[in-house]
Structures are given as structure tokens and as C-alpha cells.
T-cell receptor
């Protein structure tokens, strides 16, 4: 069964500094997608970044980048130049497909990130 | 535009009430999802509709009844809920079942 583990329940970063959130997963599939979602206190879940397993290049979206290590089944999120608005719960998610049924997201337990001014 | 809207934002209902949650998207997405989320926990998948047909039911109790009247609209009908059903209910959609999901703001449900 697929599982996603986020080992850091809480993290803290100083404004303008860089922080890395960890995520590991377990799967026997070779083709899958990985995502990081952000959920601020306002509660809307926002897609931050996605990574396709068959692509070796790490995804980047502005200040957000990932370190995808397929063999190690590791998918960490780096936030550069942290801003107060980055404070949120961050969920790592693994998506796999069920034939004829669609995609299912498996979420990690989340990492609550606080940003100190 | 990746907007998914949900109404109402908040809902308080008694255990004998019948109510409905509504989710709408106008992005032409062909898959829609219902999730339940407890505080400080990840979302838990409840139902998936793919091309307006129910494709996944995660063994959800029958007091939750989903409905997809058309490709833009998803409802969740609630009846005889329990206090432990109090949670944030999130709707999501994706262009195709295999594409990334975009979430709505959620409905905060309290069952008294």
C-alpha cells in the first residue's frame, strides 16, 4: 500500500530565510505524481508544486522548489526567501491511478510552518 | 482560472436535519471529489465522480449521499448525521481524473 510520511509536525523559519520540509513515500509503482499543497489558516488548500516521477529534473515554482530523489523515495520542499504569507500547514501528497476509477491522493500528516518576522 | 466554489461556508445542523452542501466549478473539469478534513489532519477522500459517474466511494456511511447533476455541479446530501461528522468538507476538481486537483474553500459543518 502507498504511504506518505512527513516526519516534521512543526517547523519554524525566520522571514527571508530558507526552510526545507521533508516528505518520504512508499510505493511499488514506477509512474506516479507527487504534490505539495499549502493550507493557510483561511483553510483553502492551494497547490504549490507538482513533480512527475518519470522526470528527473526537479520542479520549481518561483520561491518553491523540490528535491526529488526517486530511488530514496524522498520528496522535500524548499522555500526560499520565506515570507509571512508562507505560514501554513503543508501537505505532501502522492497520486496514483485506479484503472477506470480515477486518481486518488494519499496525503502525509502535514507540517505546520510558522514564519517569524 | 482554477476556482472551485462551495456553499455554504458554515453550516450548523441537528442530528435529525437534512441539509446539502454544494460545489461548483466552471473550468470544464471532468472529475470532482469530496473530502472530509478534521482539524490539524490531512483530508480524507470520500467520493470521486468521473465524467458525472460515481467512480470511487471510500466506504462512506449512507447518511452521506453524493450527487452530480451535471459536469459543473457536485452536491453532498446530509441526513441523520452524528456529532463526529463535524468537520471541514472540501470539494476538489481536476481536468481529467489523472490530473492535479484544485480545492474549494470548504464548508465548516457542525452537527449538534
Amino acid at each position: 500500500a502507498q504511504t506518505v510520511t512527513q516526519s516534521q509536525p512543526e517547523m519554524s523559519v525566520q522571514e527571508a530565510e530558507t526552510v526545507t520540509l521533508s516528505c518520504t513515500y512508499d510505493t511499488s509503482e514506477s509512474d506516479y505524481y507527487l504534490f505539495w499543497y499549502k493550507q493557510p489558516p483561511s483553510r483553502q488548500m492551494i497547490l504549490v508544486i507538482r513533480q512527475e516521477a518519470y522526470k528527473q529534473q526537479n520542479a520549481t515554482e518561483n520561491r518553491f522548489s523540490v528535491n526529488f530523489q526517486k530511488a530514496a523515495k524522498s520528496f522535500s520542499l524548499k522555500i526560499s526567501d520565506s515570507q509571512l504569507g508562507d505560514a501554513a500547514m503543508y501537505f505532501c501528497a502522492y497520486r496514483y491511478m485506479i484503472y477506470n476509477q480515477g486518481g486518488k491522493l494519499i496525503f502525509g500528516q502535514g507540517t505546520e510552518l510558522s514564519v517569524k518576522p | 482560472d482554477t476556482e472551485v466554489t462551495q456553499t455554504p461556508k458554515h453550516l450548523v445542523m441537528g442530528m435529525t436535519n437534512k441539509k446539502s452542501l454544494k460545489c461548483e466549478q466552471h473550468m470544464g473539469h471532468r472529475a470532482m471529489y469530496w473530502y472530509k478534513q478534521k482539524a490539524k489532519k490531512p483530508p480524507e477522500l470520500m467520493f470521486v465522480y468521473s465524467y458525472e459517474k460515481l467512480s470511487i466511494n471510500e466506504s462512506v456511511p449512507s447518511r452521506f449521499s453524493p450527487e452530480c447533476p451535471n459536469s459543473s455541479l457536485l452536491n453532498l446530501h446530509l441526513h441523520a448525521l452524528q456529532p463526529e461528522d463535524s468537520a471541514l468538507y472540501l470539494c476538489a476538481s481536476s481536468q481529467e481524473p489523472s490530473y492535479e486537483q484544485y480545492f474549494g474553500p470548504g464548508t465548516r459543518l457542525t452537527v449538534t
